[in-house]
């Protein structure tokens, strides 16, 4: 052998290739090692030339380039080359080298080792070094996570699983490699979705192997019969929501097998891809990495209907709703905790007017079963709680499917979008509208005033306001031009009176509906907003699902649910993001307040 100073870029590319957690490059390297024993028994000399691979050669491995080294060596030796890779054999013959072509060993696979793990109960599989194997077990929206193993598992133990998994995703005609980067592979071999993850991108080795344990028909739910009229009427678009594990994929199958069953061409878009449908479905992942290379090749052939699993970034949202508005049946899969909280991530991200024509039908799935089914339409009215003509809009009607009856009405507010409860949805003594009207008159007044403000509704369009002496007669403005400006904009009569003509002063009995906007808010919490490229973020650790109220100096801007990740996302562009990062921009305390 070599001293040394010479390197194999075979050895070079196998070292890169364990470096980075594949499999294939820790079998070579093994693979180098029986050779090294070969030769330190005499049977055999082993000698190690070439140069390293530079680090653009490496990165442009898939382009041939570490190949193309490797030939370099055998024209330098006037050696045979001797390979199992086709393509590099194919290469180096055409290039007049002296080639021996090996087939690589395969196997046939029967089933994945990890599947003895697997009951008929079981949705996922979690193995991590040094933890003893984990499952989920149960029925669908009523799993529990528990420890199925005996003892902790090695780092042997998992990279034999791993390098199983891999090899028959190779081998086997229903097995394929969704992701392949430094650090994590995600694997489809037949209903198993497979996850390896490889430090340092995890702490450590892990595996996560996922399927569906159950399979349905659209006559398995609720409203089957009314959902099939709607979707063989004309071409729709629908989002199927749910809290993750709530069977809204399984849903999403049971749909695209109806569909396609009804005469529909049907085509799916998911990253990675693990919906169970049948073979006539063909199942599209991301295009050179890009969903909306994706949406633009099947727009080229033209399915009547595409299932796009998952919906979840703004990117996802608007190629959604470019592939509706090109007339695609579109079924988009969306987490949320409420049916309407998936219409609203729609806000900010698709043009107000044209959501109906791209959603027209929400599904919220729950515990595996349809709870919940909206239609979205648009009207042009005076939204509910408001009286004067004046203020008729378009507004977009959320209705309960089976009564047809109003649940929410979307419309804009004061330049503002605005989603309010219609009845009884949110319960409380106050109307959506209602609460929305005094947190808009109160934004107006504090415009002009200093000192401390509470509105009273009186009726849906009148209001007293109250305010400090010393700010009556700035509220009013000359002539009382400032006053009449606002009752205008608002569409409300304002009647303003000074906290001495109030009985009990302030806060008093006569009440005022805007004290949770006050300067420093009861319960408030001083934020650091973050401006990215694409949101404004403000951190809400440990206050997920909490509805709460954004304020800039004790002025209301907007009410907002944490997300699960907690946090508040507003979409920069939008009316609520600019009135936020102006605030940012003028040094203005950012505040949260429990809504």
């Given amino acids: 052998m070599s001293d040394g100073s010479q390197f194999s870029p075979v050895v070079g590319e196998l070292e890169a290739q364990a470096n980075d957690g594949r499999e294939t490059g820790w079998e070579g390297l093994e693979e180098l090692q029986r050779l090294v024993a070969l030769d330190e028994a005499g049977e055999i000399t082993v000698e190690y030339v070439g140069r390293r691979p530079e680090a653009l050669e490496k990165r442009d491995a898939g382009e041939g380039e570490i190949d193309a080294l490797i030939r370099d060596v055998a024209t330098d030796r006037a050696a045979t080359l ?47 070094v040094g933890v003893a194997a984990m499952a989920k077990r149960g029925s669908v929206g009523e799993m529990r996570y528990e420890t199925i193993g005996e003892e902790p598992l090695t780092e042997g133990d998992l990279r034999e699983y791993a390098a199983d998994v891999e090899e028959a995703a190779r081998h086997h005609p229903e097995g394929f490699v969704e992701l392949d980067e430094p650090g994590m592979t995600i694997i489809q071999y037949r209903e198993y979705r497979i996850a390896i993850a490889r430090p340092p991108f995890s702490d450590g080795l892990e595996i996560t192997a996922v399927r569906p344990i159950i399979q349905t028909t659209l006559e398995d739910y609720e409203h089957a019969d009314d959902l099939r009229d709607r979707l063989l009427e004309r071409q729709r678009g629908v989002l199927i929501s749910g809290s993750p594990g709530a069977g809204k994929s399984t849903f999403a199958q049971a749909v695209a097998g109806f569909l396609s069953e009804s005469g529909y061409a049907v085509k799916t878009m998911e990253k990675p891809r693990d919906l169970q449908v049948g073979p006539e479905i063909t199942q599209y992942t991301a295009l050179d990495g890009r969903m909306d290379k994706t949406a633009d090749s099947l727009l080229m052939v033209r399915p009547d209907y595409t299932i796009y699993d998952e919906v979840r970034k703004t990117h996802d949202f608007e190629v959604f709703a470019d592939m509706r508005l090109a007339g695609v049946g579109m079924v988009g899969v969306v987490h949320a905790t409420r049916a309407i909280d998936a219409l609203q991530r729609l806000i900010g991200r698709v043009e107000l007017g044209l959501i109906p024509q791209v959603v027209d039908t929400v599904v919220y799935i729950e515990a595996g079963q349809v709870a919940k089914v909206y239609d979205v339409v648009t009207e042009v009215k005076v939204p509910e709680g408001l009286m004067e003509e004046d203020l008729a809009r378009p507004v977009i009607m959320i209705r309960d499917f089976e009564t047809n009856q109003p649940e929410y009405e979307i419309y804009t507010f004061n330049q503002q979008v605005v989603t309010v409860p219609v009845g009884d949805s949110e319960g409380g003594d106050d109307s959506g509208v209602d609460r929305i009207a005094k947190k808009e008159i109160e934004r107006e007044i504090r415009s002009a005033a200093r000192g401390h403000v509470e509105v009273d509704l009186r009726s849906p369009n009148t209001a007293v306001v109250w305010v400090e002496e010393s700010d009556i007669s700035t509220v009013i403005g000359k002539g009382g031009g400032r006053i009449s400006d606002i009752e205008d904009r608002l569409g409300i009569d304002i009647d303003v009176r000074t906290f001495a003509e109030r009985e009990g002063g302030r806060g008093g009995s006569s009440g005022g509906g805007g004290q949770a906007g006050a300067s420093g808010g009861t319960g408030g919490m001083t934020v650091t907003p973050e401006v990215t490229s694409r949101h404004v973020v403000i951190p809400m650790d440990g206050h997920a699902g909490d509805t709460v109220e954004v304020q800039a100096d004790g002025e209301y801007l907007f009410t907002a649910t944490v997300s699960r990740g907690g946090e508040i996302q507003v979409s920069r562009g939008s009316a609520i993001a600019e009135e936020l990062e102006r605030a940012i921009d003028h040094g203005r305390t950012i505040t949260v307040v429990p809504s």
């Fill in 82 to 128: 001797l390979t199992s890779d086709d393509v590099q054999a194919e290469v180096a013959e055409a290039k007049g080298f002296e080639v021996t072509y090996l087939e690589p060993e395969t196997r046939t696979v029967e089933e994945l080792a990890i599947e003895e793990f697997f009951d008929e109960e079981t949705m996922s599989l979690h193995l991590k």
